[in-house]
């Protein structure tokens, strides 16, 4: 019996100060399509659905597959559903993820938790400057008790 390691992507995001928001280079193509166009998106652990703003969705000019309420701090607000290929750095792609595109979002892109868990994500901020780092698939568990 053969085993093969799976294939780990990584990648991280180091600031020179504390940082409250944190941004990643992204990608976004139509499903079938491998001509990503990237954007600045902004990893929110708040967010369950990776979600893009109406303006994003008609410039990429992504098929409408359904639509969806959506809660948000506003309130609840009816957004179109898309599938997707998505880049993460190092041109990481996960195909036909279902997203949302918002008409009230003010940023391109919420990187959801649909991604986060696909693998491992920390923020440390160690002597005064965050690091943000994401890993997929998970490769162990990490317990910061088991440090103390």
Known sequence: MSTQQKKVFASTQKYNELQNVYWTDIGFCQQGQDDPEFIHGLWDTGCTVTTVS?????????????????ATAGGLIECDRHIVNIYLPNKVRIANLIIMSNPILT?????????????DFSVSNFQDKTTVSFRMPSQEETDYTDFI
């Open 107 to 119: 940023v391109d892109c919420l990187i959801g938790t649909d991604i986060i868990c696909k693998g």
């Open 54 to 70: 109406k303006c994003l969705a008609d410039k990429l000019a992504l098929p409408v597959i359904g639509k969806v309420n959506s």
